[in-house]
């Protein structure tokens, strides 16, 4: 048997070769690609998630201290002189939190996470700049509930969680004006 003779079997080693090579190096790059995705998705959602916490904690203590100031949608007042301090440390952390999202946020979500925390800040300086009545307080929170909406929203889009998000909360609280009625 010559070299001339034994060529095709050799040429079809080298193309089968040549072949799952290529085949092996694609599944393996998408396999990558898909772990790295998935990867990115958690800590997307991980720092969209801390970020929502550390901006309810923020609003939290603005509404505790707005209910020491005669605002009756929260039961637990908290007076300024001792909540103030808590609000400037849970700024602090918002904007800690918030370099997280810059980071990893698509600009929907950045867009709308920044309107979030500046409806936030209004509310802050609501309480800060003294007296304020009960409807400019109800519309600050109406803004802030649709800016948190929103913000989710576009992280659920973010992250391909498929579905609408969750109804809206309505301020004031509906059980308010239930037991009044």
């Keep these: 048997m010559t070299l001339l003779d034994q060529l095709p079997a050799l ?20 396999r990558w690609k898909r772990q790295r995705e998935e990867r990115w998705d958690e800590k997307r959602f991980e720092t969209y998630s801390r970020y929502a916490n550390a901006l309810k904690a923020q609003l939290r ?10 605002f009756a949608d929260v039961v637990d007042p908290l007076l300024p002189a ?5 609000l400037a440390e849970a700024e602090s952390h918002r904007a800690t939190e918030w370099e997280s999202v810059l980071l990893v946020g698509d600009a929907a979500t950045i867009s709308a996470a920044r309107r979030w925390h500046e409806t936030i800040w209004t509310i802050e300086l609501l309480i800060r700049e003294g007296p ?6 109800t519309k600050a929170h109406r803004l802030a509930s649709a ?14 969680i498929e579905g609408a998000p969750p109804p809206s909360g309505q301020w ?10």
């Design 11 to 30: 040429v079809g080693v080298v193309v089968g070769s040549l072949g799952s090579y290529a085949v092996q190096s694609l599944t393996e790059r998408r």
């Design 61 to 70: 203590d603005a509404q505790r201290i707005g209910a020491s100031l005669g």
């Design 82 to 86: 001792d909540g103030l301090p808590l």
């Design 132 to 137: 304020v009545n009960s409807e400019m307080w």
């Design 147 to 160: 800016a948190r909406d929103a913000f989710y929203q576009g992280a659920r889009k973010d992250l391909g």
């Design 172 to 181: 004031p609280r509906q059980w308010r004006a239930e037991l009044s009625g």
